[in-house]
C-alpha cells in the first residue's frame, strides 16, 4: 500500500515525483522548487528540496491525475 499524501507534510523530490505517477522527474521537481513553481524549501546539511504535500496536491489536480 502506497503512503499517503498529506497536504501539510513535507517530502522529497523523490517522493513527490513517486506521487505524480512519473509525469514529472526528480530533477524536473527540483527546478521547479527552483523557480518556486510549488511551495518548497531547503532542509539539512545537505540542503535538500523538501516540497509541501498540499503542492503535490495542487500539481496532481491540474495535471489530472487520479
Known amino acids: 500500500?502506497?503512503?499517503p499524501l498529506?497536504?501539510?507534510d513535507w517530502y522529497t523530490a523523490r517522493e513527490a515525483a513517486e506521487f505524480l505517477a512519473?509525469?514529472?522527474t526528480e530533477a524536473t521537481l527540483k527546478e521547479?522548487?527552483?523557480r518556486e513553481?510549488?511551495?518548497a524549501k531547503?532542509?539539512?546539511p545537505k540542503q535538500r528540496w523538501k516540497?509541501?504535500?498540499a503542492s503535490i496536491i495542487e500539481l496532481r489536480r491540474?495535471?489530472?491525475i487520479n
Request: glycine share 12%; with cysteine; charged share 40%.
Open 1 to 3: 500500500m502506497a503512503k
Open 6 to 8: 498529506k497536504p501539510n
Open 22 to 24: 512519473g509525469e514529472v
Open 32 to 34: 521547479y522548487c527552483k
Open 37 to 39: 513553481e510549488v511551495e
Open 42 to 44: 531547503k532542509v539539512g
Open 51 to 53: 516540497i509541501r504535500g
Open 62 to 64: 491540474k495535471w489530472e
